[in-house]
């Protein structure tokens, strides 16, 4: 289930964000990005619908996904 990203709190989209981003084998090529730098870039992502939310109600996990 596709969640809208600017229906979540400020808050709840932080943890969902830094969450994904903070994932062991999360690759961002060959460069070193600080956690503010790689929450700002998937925040970017999904205002410009490169990214979306993904919600799975079995495990009440999400999760972001590209297009």
């Known amino acids: 289930m596709q969640i809208p990203w600017d229906r979540l709190s400020a808050e709840v ?3 969902v964000i830094e969450e994904y981003v ?4 999360t690759d ?3 460069h070193e990005y ?3 730098d790689k929450v700002a870039q ?3 992502q999904l205002r ?5 939310i993904d919600f799975d109600p079995e495990t009440q996990t999400c999760h972001l996904l590209r297009k």
């Open 13 to 15: 989209l932080d943890a």
């Open 22 to 25: 903070s994932r062991e084998g």
């Open 28 to 30: 961002y090529g060959p």
């Open 34 to 36: 600080s956690m503010a």
């Open 42 to 44: 998937v925040r970017l």
């Open 48 to 52: 410009h619908g490169v990214a979306w």
